[in-house]
């Protein structure tokens, strides 16, 4: 890879499993990490590794974090993958809100040398259709539930930056695939006892990412000074019913059991069974027409690399 323009990138949410391996990638790289954490016995400090405190519910962090940063990476928010009771949803919303936030109004108190933000956001901006494919072009016209309204004021909250002269991005980062946890790790540990099944009636999208492209993505959206809107999905979006097949092929099983009927999901996660039995079908327009080389376009690439061969 050629010499990056980017010495010093400011993460918050490195702790997690996209801010671990974006991290470990950046780092690789010969690039500086700075990193921000609400955990202080998870603050550690190396020759380019460097964590600092912050309660962005309190408006609060350590503007030190930002001493020679040139662009930020924000994947700070509370777990979308918990019952949406209705403090639960109060957190979700709340924490992505105050975590802009709280950088914008640290930031904006500095003479400082960041040229570029780059705001994770989440598919669930788009409605869920079994036919229209959706690229960075479509325009909501208003919020149609919960995780819509979230994804809309989360992106608006980060127009503000434009007034500093920063170069603004959000990125709709669909389904992570990483063998180091998140979904993936949950319905392989099924697939291995036999219980894993399509989810209702198994046509419902699934926009996928291998996590290693995903965190290539985010270095070529710096890089590129793409701004806007990017879709982190790949290029071949899949049905729940193939994805399944797929897992259970990998790891040499066989799918044992019916399909989870709906009214299953809904009563054991409530709201939040939309995720599942929902989803949007997702193009990656920008970054395929930036010149963008998605190393694991195939849902079989993607799952031979990470759990293929365990």
């Known amino acids: 890879m050629k010499q990056s323009t980017y010495h010093k990138i400011l993460i918050t949410g490195a702790t997690g499993l996209i801010g ?13 990490v700075n990193f921000l954490t609400t955990d202080k016995s998870k603050i550690v400090t190396s020759h380019n590794f460097r964590g600092f405190y912050w309660n ?6 350590d503007i030190e974090a930002l001493n020679g940063v040139d662009a930020i990476i924000n994947l700070a928010g509370a777990p979308i ?16 809100i105050s975590s802009v936030q709280t950088l914008y109004e640290n930031l ?36 149609n539930g919960f995780l819509q309204s979230v994804v809309a004021n989360w992106e608006a909250s980060t127009l503000d930056f434009e007034d500093m002269d920063v170069i603004v991005t959000r990125i709709r980062i669909g389904l992570v695939l990483s063998s180091k946890g998140g979904v993936l ?32 993505l985010f ?11 990017v879709n982190g999905v790949g290029p071949m979006p899949i049905s729940n019913r193939v994805f399944v097949k797929a897992i259970v092929k990998s790891l040499g099983r066989r799918i044992l059991l019916p399909a989870v009927p709906a009214f299953v999901v809904k009563a054991v996660f409530g709201e939040m069974a939309n995720i599942v039995l929902e989803g949007p079908k997702v193009c990656p327009k920008v970054a395929l027409d930036n010149g963008f080389i998605f190393e694991h ?3 079989e690439s993607g799952l031979n690399q990470l759990v293929g061969s365990k």
């Open 185 to 216: 790790k949950k319905l392989s540990s099924l697939a291995r006892w036999g219980v894993l099944s399509p989810i209702g009636n198994g046509d419902q999208w699934q926009s996928w990412i291998h996590i290693d492209d995903l965190v290539r």
């Open 56 to 61: 962005p519910a309190e408006g609060n962090m």
């Open 20 to 32: 671990k391996a974006l991290s470990e990638y950046l780092l690789a790289n010969n690039i500086a």
């Open 81 to 96: 993958d918990q019952k949406w009771t209705d403090r639960a949803k109060q957190d979700i919303f709340n924490s992505r």
């Open 108 to 143: 904006r108190k500095l003479e400082h040398g960041v040229r570029h933000i780059v705001n994770a956001s989440a598919i669930g901006y788009y409605p869920s259709s079994t036919d229209l494919y959706y690229d960075e072009t479509f325009e909501l016209d208003e919020s």
């Open 297 to 299: 376009q195939t849902i």
């Open 219 to 229: 270095h070529f959206i710096l890089e590129q000074s793409l701004q806007g809107i």
